[in-house]
Nanobody, 122 residues
Framework: QVQLVESGGGLVQAGGSLRLSCAASGRTFSNNAMAWFRQAPGKEREIVAAISWNGGLTYYPDSVKGRFTISRDNAKNTVYLQMNSLKPEDTADYYC???????????????WGQGTQVTVSS
């Protein structure tokens, strides 16, 4: 059974940092694109970062560009999201996702984690 398990969420003050981790099990994603999405209460889900299979290509929307960094360690089947200069509007549930393709960002993501909550206080 394929699983993506996120960790590292929590409560942080505005301007602070958090590092999310996503450990994959059940299959290797070393040849696949991965990404992080988030969804805030009452808002649509949005992508916040994506990375190619070897980390050579990344994508960020303008809302997080320069503050968030996605990385991966294929030997550990793990992807990370370093979030700096956090703002209250970054408060959301964050989801780790994987695609069967290597497009960045992918047109669809086939595997989803359960999510980890990030709360940024002002």
């Amino acid at each position: 059974q394929v699983q993506l398990v996120e960790s590292g969420g929590g409560l942080v003050q505005a301007g602070g940092s958090l590092r999310l981790s996503c450990a994959a099990s059940g299959r290797t994603f070393s040849n696949n694109a991965m990404a992080w999405f988030r969804q805030a209460p009452g808002k649509e889900r949005e992508i916040v970062a994506a990375i190619s299979w070897n980390g050579g290509l990344t994508y960020y929307p303008d809302s997080v560009k320069g503050r968030f960094t996605i990385s991966r360690d294929n030997a550990k089947n793990t992807v990370y999201l370093q979030m700096n200069s956090l703002k209250p509007e970054d408060t959301a549930d964050y989801y780790c996702v994987a695609s069967i393709s290597d497009s960045v960002p992918a047109s669809r993501y086939d595997y989803w984690g359960q999510g980890t909550q990030v709360t940024v206080s002002s």
